[in-house]
């Protein structure tokens, strides 16, 4: 079974589009990320969600809105898309809070999104 | 400077060779130290977690922080061309509770029969 997926996993589309991502875990996690990889390889936080409330905003152009309708579900939606906008988009998920009861830093990454934009 | 910096690579080594990879970050408020592999066209896995400064072993991969230098290290014993893949460091803050890890950039290693 998939732990984190992605849809869709390749997206190319061409400038001043609009776009949807959409990011579903399994793991009963309450906490769920969106990264941003360049093409270097660098990997950058950009929002979570902690049972559906935004926790983390990373400075990220007004154009990108999360949204998260359920603590198994988060999507990102991308206005007027960019060419610079071009990357692997990673969804990730980890729980709080252990079975040990101490804070965890674990966190489980999805497929990956590969948007192109031209 | 980035807040966590870490050798782009590529790092060539033969099978069977003892590989060394390295962090160096600046926050000193950070606790958690996580290395990650990916794989090409792939999304990052946790591969080693450790807890403030120390050692941590699994299998054919030890993890060391020493906190005093800002510096953490990852040493994969025999490696084998499956360990082919990029290796990111990440690390985090305690936060209210909340994550928020910081990532290197990421170091490739090739891994040849």
């Known amino acids: 079974d998939t732990a984190v997926s992605q849809t869709p996993k390749y997206l190319v589309t061409q400038m001043g589009n609009d776009k949807s991502i959409k990011c579903e875990q399994n793991?009963?996690?309450?906490?769920m990320y969106w990264y941003k990889q360049d093409s270097k390889k660098f990997l950058k936080i950009m929002f979570s969600?902690?049972?559906?409330?935004?926790?983390i905003n990373e400075t990220v152009p007004n154009r990108f809105s999360p949204k998260s309708p359920d603590k198994a579900h988060l999507n990102l939606h991308i206005n007027s898309l960019e060419l610079g906008d071009s990357a692997v988009y990673f969804c990730?998920?980890?729980?709080?809070?252990?079975?040990?009861?101490?804070?965890?830093?674990?966190?489980?990454f999805g497929p990956g999104t590969r948007l192109t934009v031209t | 400077q980035k807040e966590v910096e870490q050798d782009p690579g590529p790092l060539s080594v033969p099978e069977g060779a003892i590989v060394s990879l390295n962090c160096t970050y600046s926050?000193?408020?950070?606790?958690?130290f996580m290395w990650y592999r990916q794989y090409s066209r792939k999304g990052p896995e946790l591969l080693m977690y450790?807890?403030?400064?120390g050692n941590k072993e699994d299998g054919r991969f030890t993890a060391q922080v020493d906190k005093s230098s800002k510096y953490i290290s990852l040493f994969i014993r025999d490696s084998q061309p499956s360990d082919s893949a990029t290796y990111l460091c990440?690390?985090?803050?305690?936060?209210?509770?909340?994550?928020?890890?910081?990532f290197g950039t990421g170091t490739r290693l090739l891994v040849s029969p």
């Open positions: 969600y902690n049972n559906k409330e935004l926790i």
């Open positions: 793991l009963g996690h309450d906490t």
């Open positions: 926050n000193s408020a950070f606790q958690y």
């Open positions: 990440a690390m985090s803050a305690w936060n209210t509770g909340f994550q928020k890890l910081v």
């Open positions: 450790t807890y403030s400064s």
């Open positions: 990730a998920s980890s729980p709080t809070v252990g079975t040990s009861g101490r804070l965890v830093y674990e966190q489980y």
